[in-house]
């Protein structure tokens, strides 16, 4: 008879009880598709007295997480601890060393120190395997490595964040502001009671990350995608009225592409989305990701990014790979090929943009703006004028097409010194996917 895959789970949280759940629940279909069962060995947590939706009681209860590294009669360590070092880290580190397979829902772990951990695991032979940190119940870095292998990926985008995408989305149903959207997403469990991780773009930004070195075979580099990273806490009900007017939503998108010379551009900016494309279709806490390949063409994966059963879901997926023996390497590359990612100059980086301006009520105020645009050669998509305050200021909203951000930068430039223009409200990129 086979043996079981032996495991240990650390973490009983959100996904650690998921994982649980789905192991005892479709135990007997988890072993038709295996040929093994997955025995769970033992868990640890913080409180062994608190209170789990499922019996963790036929388990052995370990005190200290670090304990399961090491462990003979353990084949995989599944980390769903969490944060970027520290006993998350160190469980995981240590496990890899010792020769046990470890399974990670752990983002920001991943983006931070994937590259080492890459490397002590592939040192040893085992599996290190993350599914569940991007976009949670979809499988996007199977279809990196799995679905597009044998593709050329020229860019990846997508809409990461549940927080954030169910907060633009019902800001712009409800015309509600973004402080208010805030406290209701809170409520619902939605948004964490500190939600600036998910607001501010950071784990948008580690998602990122990890898709970029997996879709263009780079080293991790987190520093870089937070240095492009904005969140969505300045966006207004009026940008967002103004956007569907125009025909758009707006979306915080996580987004990178590779140009000709492979050189990289990776950002996490909220963006301007054509109500026709499939991203903006994506809305509440619902994710999405964007694959453009240079055979496969354009993928876009559409699916639940949080909660207990599609992270789970895609924690459980990672460990019957391992026990169906696929270790494969960590990234898409084994971890000595992946290359330092060498970046493209943003100020040469082309897209389309949205500018909103608060402008005074008089003649040749439009003149003004249309000839500092055309000063800089950036051309005019659409330009509009609206009196969305009464006796107040009135909104010019321009469209441009493709622009440099140097353009783009000149312009605003020249547009803040116009006396006739009392402020620059919003900047957004325009994404045309
Ligand atoms: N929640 C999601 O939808 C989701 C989606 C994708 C990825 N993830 C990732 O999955 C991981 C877990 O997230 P989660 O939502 O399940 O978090 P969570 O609900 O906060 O659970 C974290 C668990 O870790 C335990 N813990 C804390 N410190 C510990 C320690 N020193 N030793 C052992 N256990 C410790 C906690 O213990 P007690 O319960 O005993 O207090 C808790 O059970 C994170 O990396 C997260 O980024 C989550």
């Known amino acids: 008879m086979t043996e079981p895959f032996k495991i240990a789970i650390a973490g009983l949280g959100t996904v650690g009880q998921g994982v649980v759940d789905i192991i005892q629940s479709n135990a007997a279909l988890i072993k038709a598709r295996t040929g093994r069962d997955i025995q769970i060995v033992a868990v640890s947590s913080a409180n062994k007295n608190k209170a789990r939706s499922v019996d963790v009681s036929v388990y ?12 003979k009669d353990i084949d995989c360590v599944v980390e769903l601890i969490g944060g970027e070092h520290g006993v998350a880290h160190d469980l995981v580190a240590h496990a890899l060393e010792s020769g046990q397979h470890v399974v990670t829902a752990n983002k920001a772990m991943i983006a931070r120190h994937g590259l080492k951990l890459a490397q002590k695991a592939e040192y040893k032979n085992v599996a290190l395997k993350y599914e569940a940190a991007v976009a949670g119940g979809i499988p996007a870095i199977k279809t990196i490595k799995q679905g597009l292998a044998a593709n050329n990926i020229k860019a990846v985008s997508g809409i990461l964040n549940g927080t954030c995408n169910f907060i633009l989305s019902e800001m712009g149903l409800s015309g509600r502001a973004f402080d208010d959207v805030l406290v209701e997403a809170q409520a619902k469990g939605y948004a964490e009671a500190d939600p600036s991780f998910d607001i501010d773009g950071i784990d948008t930004g580690h998602k990122l990350c990890i898709l970029s070195a997996l879709a263009f075979g780079i080293k991790p580099d987190l520093d870089n995608v937070l240095e492009h990273t904005s969140g969505i806490r300045e966006i207004s009900s009026l940008d967002l009225k103004i956007a569907d007017e125009l025909g758009y939503k707006i979306k915080l998108l996580g987004s990178a592409h590779v140009d000709e010379q492979g050189h990289v551009a990776q950002s996490v900016e909220p963006c301007f989305v054509k109500k ?16 453009d390949a240079d055979f496969a ?19 459980v997926a990672d460990i019957m790979d391992i026990v169906c023996g696929d270790i494969g390497t960590v990234f898409s590359v084994s971890a000595s090929q992946l290359k330092d990612a060498r970046y493209m100059d943003s100020s040469r980086d082309e897209a389309k943009y949205y500018i909103h301006l608060s402008v005074e009520d008089r003649p040749g105020v439009m003149a003004n703006i249309s000839s500092a645009l055309s000063a800089e050669g950036l051309s005019i998509d659409e ?11 009135v909104s010019v909203v321009i469209t441009t097409h493709k622009t440099t951000r140097y353009a783009l930068t000149s312009v605003l ?3 803040q010194a116009l006396d006739c223009i009392a402020e620059i409200v919003s900047v957004y990129r325009i994404f045309n996917i």
């Open 276 to 291: 026709s494309a499939p991203l903006a279709s994506v809305d509440s806490s619902f994710n999405a990701v964007f694959f």
């Open 383 to 393: 330009l509009i004028q609206r009196h969305y305050h009464v006796d107040g200021p």
């Open 60 to 71: 052995e209860w370990v005190d200290s997480a670090a304990d399961l590294a090491g462990r």
């Open 413 to 415: 430039n020249k547009l």
């Open 297 to 315: 063409g354009q993928v876009v994966n559409i699916g639940r990014g949080a909660g207990a059963g599609p992270t789970a879901s895609a924690v």
